[in-house]
């Protein structure tokens, strides 16, 4: 049921408002807002370490040093980022648009049309149109609304919950999601010969073609008056294998790299790739789950279109790989599955939650320990 409160918790109609300051509940703590500028100036700047660019158009060349030299590059960004820009990745430029133009199309129905397809967190409802609830780390909001739904495999999408305006939002999301399916292989071949295993071993692992789900989140960032006190999404790492990312070529993602925050460039024809927390595991620490976050602007909307590549909650054990483990390199992650690694996060920023509070002081003291051994633990979030 469309209400008038619901049309007022979105983001979209609080920056329509007219509003000149941001309500307190999405100002972001101090510690958060480091390195927030202007993100368009941050985007043009040649300085400093640079997000990879891995062409994969020899990705399968017949000669075997341009072939390795290919998967070479994308085996090191994985390991040194764990975040790239793919380009030539076999997704032709005109599919890509429509998946684009029928995701936008839809955010500029008016709010009470999409709230036709509102989700309901509290009863379990997650897909579906829908704005971020403070359960976050920090009890704070994010400056976004977002859509969110399975897309692949076909047998697992409910199509009922899925935009029927714009037309071509059913047809192009899905024919999107089929070839991504096949990029994800492609992917995970390459990453598996990284780590000295067979061709098909990551996928595997993961839950193959059966069992590996596919799930995007639509972002839909308004413009917003104080850009400098707000985040988009919070940092944090991806619990996926995979993460592929697009967007409307408005800069906004930035990555903790080398101890401070990069700006991602905006490069036409690509997609953003992230290593997930899930590769990260399998490898034994050897490929990279970046902490990243998404930035607003006051000048233009920004939207990414997010494909998270999962395995199943339940049926797969995610601990590293023995082949990645050594007397030398003992486990660094402890057996899990995928609904248990989702919960322990939950649990930990819950956890940092309290200790910033008084009231937990006596807590503070016994967790204290644990949460300085990762610098940034008071920031990192699940999607």
Not at 229 to 253: K, Q, R, W, Y
Not at 288 to 305: A, D, Y
Not at 329 to 355: C, G, N
Request: charged share 25%; aromatic share 8%.
């Amino acid at each position: 049921m469309v209400t008038a409160a619901s049309i007022g918790s979105r983001v979209e109609s609080l920056a329509s408002s007219g509003i000149s300051t941001i309500p307190k509940e999405y100002v972001r703590p101090k510690e958060e807002l480091v390195n927030i500028g202007d993100i368009f100036e941050d985007e043009k700047s040649t300085e400093g370490p640079q997000v990879p660019t891995i062409d994969l158009k020899e990705i399968d060349s017949n000669d075997i040093k341009v072939r390795e030299k290919c998967r070479e590059d994308l085996k090191e960004a994985a390991v040194e980022w764990g975040v790239m820009h793919l380009i030539n990745h076999g997704i032709s430029d005109e599919l890509m648009e429509r998946v684009k133009k029928a995701g936008k199309a839809f955010f500029d129905l008016p709010i009470e049309q999409k709230e036709k397809y509102a989700n309901d967190q509290a009863s379990g409802k997650i897909q579906g149109y829908g704005s971020k609830l403070a359960n976050n780390a920090s009890g704070q909001l994010e400056w976004e609304d977002y859509f969110f739904h399975c897309v692949y495999p076909e047998d697992k999408r409910d199509l009922s919950i899925w935009p029927q305006t714009p037309s071509d939002y059913i047809v192009a999301t899905s024919e999107y999601a089929k070839e991504l399916r096949g990029l994800a292989t492609k992917i995970l071949s390459i990453l598996s010969l990284g780590l000295g295993l067979e061709e098909g071993r990551l996928e595997k692992e993961v839950g193959g073609l059966e069992e590996l789900l596919l799930q995007m989140k639509i972002n839909y960032y308004p413009k917003c008056p104080q850009p400098e006190l707000a985040l988009g999404v919070e940092a944090h790492t991806d619990i996926s294998a995979l993460t592929f990312i697009l967007h409307n070529m408005v800069p906004g993602l930035q990555l903790f790299y080398g101890g401070k925050w990069v700006t991602a460039k905006c490069v036409p024809n690509s997609i953003v790739m992230h290593i997930g927390d899930t590769l990260e595991i399998l490898s034994n620490g050897k490929y990279k789950s970046i902490l990243h976050r998404g930035l607003v602007n006051k000048e233009k909307v920004r939207i990414s279109w997010a494909v998270f590549c999962e395995p199943p909650k339940e049926k797969i054990i995610l601990k590293p790989l023995p082949e990645t483990v050594s007397e030398e390199e003992p486990a660094m992650f402890p057996p899990r599955t995928f609904f248990e690694h989702i919960q322990h996060k939950l649990f930990r920023q819950s956890q940092e939650a309290l200790v910033s509070t008084k009231e937990s002081a006596a807590l503070k003291s016994t967790t204290e320990s644990a949460l300085k051994s990762t610098k940034e633990a008071a920031l990192i979030s699940t999607n």
